[in-house]
């Protein structure tokens, strides 16, 4: 695992020095702890940080091929880099070493930039291939130098470039970008709107204008011609409606997940388990116990305070029934102290609260084990997510007339308004859910969350910005992801897997646990599992509309797994109590940050807009702890980046 960045002067003329490659590579330290390299080649310079895994004496980078003129840096594991090698070797190639890295370089002679089809595994890596176009069979140009940017399929690792005038400039996070005096730090206004209403930045876009990201499935190519960028890999092309039946599919996964699991084992360092308490970290969890010999070190953590809703309980159970070495945390953290260390790792504004503890646990696991394998993206694959159940209720909904908006309006009205009763709490989700039922699926999916709505987002900016994003939507973003003919849950797991899961949760998997020098290795997002995942029927993911009908297909193929009391359980998200934090200790941290003075000097949000909101939250009338988050990091972020 690693971080790499570089620059490409494809059409300057200009020469890389060290001393650029040293400054940017500095900034990724916590990336790689073990090791760093260089390549400097006039117009190109490549760099990278280590964090040794695989080959530990030999896994040094940039790793070239036998004469050279092939030169790559990889932040990533490969897991069939051994099959690969042998096929590779038989083919004649020589290796110097026993990385996984070297691998791809090899692979790259034989196939060009499509060898990222060979490849099981998370990545994101570049090669420069100093040869003449003509030695190539698959162009006859005769310009030297090539440099290609390759980005996995699911999006597990990340990827950034910048474009200032003839140069390209890369780096797996934007801080080694930013670096460049070249590159700008004028914000991207409709990068900002998108983050209020989905409390991070969807690919392509950045918070800079002048930074892109690399999506998922995605590979860059850069020459003296420019640059290009296209599609390799698309999840929508997998769904097909001809669907594999129920008892077909048990079988399957059960075989793709325990395979999954097996073979991110590999490693040369101590490697352990992030234990949640959930269905999905705990199914990890006990099919590692079936496959080590040695006990599986597991990891938890829970907030302190009966305002935090800890699953340490349901964690330690299954570490019980399956003597795990247990190491459990449990943190009383000081947000005030936190946020700054949080928004710088995350590079750009991300107000996805459960950063926090995830933060938290990378740190605290980081002296016992360099690898954790982790139950993230079960949800989105499985269907585990409450707005799916909304879904499945918004859609018999809409038989009814639009008249029973109106009857059942007026009668939750009677229902009292603060949140602090159960009554005021039900006014709140039903009138949600009224809100919502009827709208496209790209404002239902947003309606279900917590974050802005189109309406209120917009009066939150000020005239003058308001004029940078006048034709932008949010719901008009996502819906663009979608195909026809899909049912409204099928719409729902198409959105999370194409914008959600690459773009919040792998970015706060990396970037959290990076931040302590621990690689997350993720295996229900396991590709083979995710391509089948894809020809699965939703009614058959989610059979009915009660809460014990979600991940149905995880809970029947693993029930001999997971003791029954953990296994019929209903899921429970981390809860991070933002409500009562900034209700309390961190109130008047809240109202400094946010104050109206200082929203007025930052001049993008409507100082009255954001007072009214913290105002509502105070008085209870509104729980608005994540837009008061989403404000507060991006303030903290502001005085950071940009002050």
């Given at each position: 695992m690693c971080g790499i960045c570089g620059v490409f002067e494809f059409a300057t003329g200009q020469t890389v020095t060290l001393k650029q490659l040293e400054r940017m590579n500095r900034t990724m330290v916590h990336r790689g702890p073990d090791d760093s390299g260089h390549f400097l080649n006039h117009g190109i310079g490549m760099a990278m940080r280590r964090l040794s895994i695989i080959d530990i004496a030999g896994g040094h980078q940039p790793v070239g091929n036998e004469d050279e003129k092939i030169q790559i840096i990889c932040n990533g594991e490969i897991y069939n880099y051994r099959e690969l090698q042998k096929v590779l070797k038989e083919r004649g190639h020589r290796f110097r070493?026993?990385?996984?890295?070297?691998?791809?370089?090899?692979?790259?002679?034989?196939?060009?930039?499509?060898?990222?089809?060979?490849?099981?595994?998370?990545?994101?890596?570049?090669?420069?291939?100093?040869?003449?176009?003509?030695?190539?069979?698959?162009?006859?140009?005769?310009?030297?130098?090539?440099?290609?940017?390759?980005?996995?399929?699911?999006?597990?690792?990340?990827?950034?470039?910048?474009?200032?005038?003839g140069t390209l400039i890369f780096g797996s996070e934007l801080k080694p970008i930013l670096q460049d005096?070249?590159?700008?730090?004028?914000?991207?206004?409709?990068?900002?709107?998108?983050?209020?209403?989905?409390?991070?930045?969807?690919?392509?876009?950045?918070?800079?204008?002048?930074?892109?990201?690399?999506?998922?499935?995605?590979?860059?190519?850069?020459?003296?011609?420019?640059?290009?960028?296209?599609?390799y890999w698309n999840y929508v092309d997998l769904v097909d409606e001809?669907?594999?039946?129920?008892?077909?599919?048990?079988?399957?996964?059960?075989?793709?997940?325990?395979?999954?699991?097996?073979?991110?084992?590999?490693?040369?360092?101590?490697?352990?388990?992030?234990?949640?308490?959930?269905?999905?970290?705990?199914?990890?969890?006990?099919?590692m116990s079936q496959l080590k010999e040695e006990r599986v070190k597991t990891f938890s953590i829970g907030f302190e305070g009966p305002e935090a809703h800890n699953e340490l309980p349901f964690a330690r159970a299954l570490a019980k029934h399956y003597h795990t070495d247990h190491h459990e945390f449990v943190a009383k953290p000081n947000i005030i102290e936190l946020l700054p260390e949080i928004?710088?790792?995350?590079?750009?504004?991300?107000?996805?609260?459960?950063?926090?503890?995830?933060?938290?646990?990378?740190?605290?696991?980081?002296?016992?084990?360099?690898?954790?394998?982790?139950?993230?993206?079960?949800?989105?694959?499985?269907?585990?997510?409450?707005?799916?159940?909304?879904?499945?209720?918004?859609?018999?909904?809409?038989?009814?007339?639009?008249?029973?908006?109106?009857?059942?309006?007026?009668?939750?009205?009677?229902?009292?308004?603060?949140?602090?009763?159960g009554a005021g709490r039900l006014r709140g989700r039903i009138s949600r859910f009224i809100a919502n039922a009827r709208q496209g699926s790209g404002q239902r999916r947003l309606g279900w969350t917590s974050g802005w709505q189109e309406s209120e987002k917009r009066a939150l900016f000020t005239p003058d910005i308001r004029l940078f994003f006048k034709e932008t939507s949010t719901p008009a973003f996502l819906e663009r992801r979608l195909t026809n003919?899909?049912?409204?849950?099928?719409?729902?797991?198409?959105?999370?897997?194409?914008?959600?899961?690459?773009?919040?949760?792998?970015?706060?998997?990396?970037?959290?646990?990076?931040?302590?020098?621990?690689?997350?290795?993720?295996?229900?997002?396991?590709?083979?599992?995710v391509?089948?995942?894809?020809?699965?029927?939703?009614?058959?993911?989610?059979?009915?509309?009660?809460?014990?009908?979600?991940?149905?297909?995880?809970?029947?193929?693993?029930?001999?797994?997971?003791?029954?009391?953990?296994?019929?359980?209903?899921?429970?998200?981390?809860?991070?109590?933002?409500?009562?934090?900034?209700?309390?200790?961190?109130?008047?941290?809240?109202?400094?940050?946010?104050?109206?003075?200082?929203?007025?000097?930052?001049?993008?949000?409507e100082p009255t807009k954001v007072s009214e909101l913290l105002e509502n939250h105070w008085s209870n009338i509104v729980n608005a702890s994540n837009r008061i988050y989403a404000l507060l990091v991006f303030e903290i972020w502001a005085q950071e980046y940009l002050d």
């Open positions: 070493t026993q990385s996984d890295t070297e691998v791809i370089v090899h692979l790259y002679e034989e196939y060009g930039p499509d060898c990222v089809h060979h490849l099981d595994g998370m990545f994101s890596f570049a090669i420069y291939d100093s040869r003449p176009y003509a030695e190539r069979r698959d162009q006859a140009q005769t310009v030297s130098g090539r440099l290609f940017l390759i980005r996995d399929c699911l999006g597990k690792k990340p990827l950034y470039y910048a474009n200032p005038g005096p070249r590159v700008s730090r004028e914000i991207d206004y409709e990068a900002l709107y998108h983050y209020l209403s989905l409390l991070m930045v969807p690919a392509p876009f950045t918070i800079f204008k002048a930074i892109r990201k690399l999506p998922a499935g995605y590979l860059l190519e850069c020459d003296a011609n420019g640059i290009r960028v296209r599609r001809q669907y594999v039946p129920e008892q077909e599919a048990v079988a399957e996964i059960r075989r793709l997940v325990f395979a999954a699991v097996e073979k991110r084992l590999i490693s040369e360092v101590p490697l352990g388990a992030f234990l949640s308490g959930g269905l999905d970290s705990s199914l990890v969890v006990a099919i928004v710088h790792f995350a590079d750009e504004p991300f107000a996805i609260s459960s950063s926090i503890p995830l933060y938290l646990i990378a740190k605290a696991a980081r002296p016992h084990v360099t690898v954790v394998l982790t139950g993230d993206s079960g949800d989105e694959l499985f269907g585990g997510y409450e707005h799916y159940l909304y879904e499945r209720w918004a859609e018999a909904y809409r038989l009814f007339p639009r008249s029973t908006d109106s009857v059942i309006g007026g009668l939750i009205s009677l229902l009292p308004v603060h949140l602090d009763s003919g899909r049912d409204p849950v099928g719409h729902e797991m198409l959105m999370d897997i194409l914008v959600w899961l690459p773009d919040e949760m792998l970015t706060k998997m990396d970037r959290m646990t990076m931040a302590s020098s621990v690689e997350a290795r993720c295996p229900l997002l396991d590709l083979k599992l391509e089948f995942m894809a020809r699965i029927d939703p009614k058959i993911k989610i059979p009915g509309w009660r809460a014990f009908h979600l991940k149905h297909l995880l809970r029947r193929t693993f029930s001999d797994l997971i003791p029954q009391e953990l296994l019929r359980r209903p899921k429970h998200g981390f809860n991070v109590p933002l409500d009562v934090w900034f209700r309390n200790a961190a109130r008047p941290f809240v109202e400094s940050v946010l104050s109206s003075g200082q929203v007025k000097r930052r001049g993008i949000f």
